[in-house]
Every structure is written in structure tokens, then in C-alpha cells.
């Protein structure tokens, strides 16, 4: 088993393009979530998708669009990076059991730049 | 206010040493979770240990401990034996409430170093 994969896992945009970053999990979870993390800080939440077909905003959710492709795959979108949006993304899974047991296992991470 | 406080942002230990990390919380959720996370200089999250508000005994994984005082709203990582490749960022981290896919919130991290 994989885990959780993200590609890339380094990118460099210049300010304005777009680009879409990829998530699939391999251990039939069914929630899904996407986190940043700024230098010295701990993750803050962007997006999550509790279940396939639905999606909801975390704290930080301006200038990103995600899709919950299938059970598998959730995706985040940047429609026109901002130098705001360095910083290193994290896209998490969990089984979404009732409760707070649940726990997320983490990718990666990737690393983007913003000029 | 911060729901999740690390106050150490960097914390040394002697190799073979025990290390106590900091956490405290503030909730107001009768049901929740607390996490310890290890993210080592490669960069991934690594899950360490699991504590549930409801638990009675306090968890232990390995030579991972988590002092969890309630009254006090404290979830304290303890590491014992410290080895060189414990040298990473710790992250503490709350779910709260008894709902699926419940948001995770994390503290700013302490950086562990362990000298040799």
C-alpha cells in the first residue's frame, strides 16, 4: 500500500497561473482533507471532503477550489497563485469513523513557490 | 484564542534521555480527540499517538507516552530513551465533537533536537 500520494511534489508558479494539485489514497478512507503549512507553523485545514460527492471550506479556504474526483482522489486547485500561497501542502485521509478517533495519515507534501 | 498551545518552541534532550513536550487545549466539547504528530526534517507527518477525552488510562505507544490531564486541558507528549532520529518537529492536534470528518486543529509545533 501506498498511502496517501501527492504529485508534484515540488512546483514553482509565477504570480497569476494556475495548477492543480493532486491527491489519491489507496486505504478505501473516505474522508479527505488538504492542509498548508507555513514556515515555523503548525497545518491549517483548507478544504476537507467527509465523504465522496461533498465538500466543505476549512479555516483557510480563499484563492482555492477542490474536487472530490471519486473515493480515491481529491484535488486542489489554485485559479491564480498569489505569493500569499507559498507554502507547503498537505493532503490528508481517514477511515472518517464516528467520533474523534478518526485518524488522518498524511502524503508528502508538496512544496510550491509563488514568484 | 488558539485552541491547540505549544509553548516550547524548541526543546534540547540528552541521547537516552525522557523529554516532556507541552500541549494544552481549549474546548468546550465533552467528546474529543487529541493527536501527536512527528514531522522529521524529510517533511512528512508521522502519526505518533492517540489520546480520546473519554479515555480513562493514559496512552502509550512505545516509548510514546501522553500525560493527558483534563482538569487542566493538557496532553502532554513524553518520550523516553531519546535516540538521535527523534530529532524532529512535534505537532499536537485536537478533533473535536462527535461528527464525521471533524475539522483537526493544530498547534505551531516544538522543534526537538537530541544530542548525542
Known amino acids: 500500500n501506498a498511502g496517501v500520494t501527492q504529485t508534484p511534489k515540488f512546483q514553482v508558479l509565477k504570480t497569476g497561473q494556475s495548477m492543480t494539485l493532486q491527491c489519491a489514497q489507496d486505504?478505501?478512507?473516505?474522508?479527505m482533507y488538504w492542509y498548508r503549512q507555513d514556515p515555523g507553523m503548525g497545518l491549517r485545514l483548507i478544504y476537507y471532503?467527509?465523504?465522496?460527492?461533498?465538500?466543505d471550506k476549512g479555516e483557510v479556504p480563499n484563492g482555492y477550489n477542490v474536487s472530490r474526483l471519486n473515493k480515491r482522489e481529491f484535488s486542489l486547485r489554485l485559479e491564480s497563485a498569489a505569493p500569499s500561497q507559498t507554502s507547503v501542502y498537505f493532503c490528508?485521509?481517514?477511515?472518517?469513523?464516528?467520533?474523534?478517533?478518526?485518524?488522518?495519515?498524511f502524503g508528502p507534501g508538496t512544496r510550491l513557490t509563488v514568484l | 484564542a488558539q485552541k491547540i498551545t505549544q509553548t516550547q518552541p524548541g526543546m534540547f534532550v540528552q541521547e537516552k534521555e525522557a523529554v516532556t513536550l507541552d500541549c494544552t487545549y481549549d474546548t468546550s466539547d465533552q467528546s474529543y480527540g487529541l493527536f501527536w504528530y512527528k514531522q522529521p526534517s524529510s517533511g512528512e507527518m508521522i502519526f505518533l499517538i492517540y489520546q480520546g477525552s473519554y479515555d480513562e488510562q493514559n496512552a502509550t505507544e512505545g516509548r510514546y507516552s501522553l500525560n493527558f490531564q483534563k482538569a487542566r486541558k493538557s496532553a502532554n507528549l513524553v518520550i523516553s530513551a531519546s535516540q538521535l532520529g527523534d530529532s524532529a518537529m512535534y505537532f499536537c492536534a485536537m478533533r473535536e465533537g462527535d461528527t464525521n470528518a471533524g475539522k483537526s486543529t493544530f498547534g505551531d509545533g516544538t522543534t526537538l533536537t537530541v544530542k548525542p
Open positions: 490528508a485521509s481517514s477511515e472518517a469513523r464516528s467520533g474523534p478517533t478518526d485518524t488522518q495519515y
Open positions: 486505504m478505501n478512507h473516505n474522508s
Open positions: 471532503s467527509a465523504s465522496e460527492g461533498t465538500t
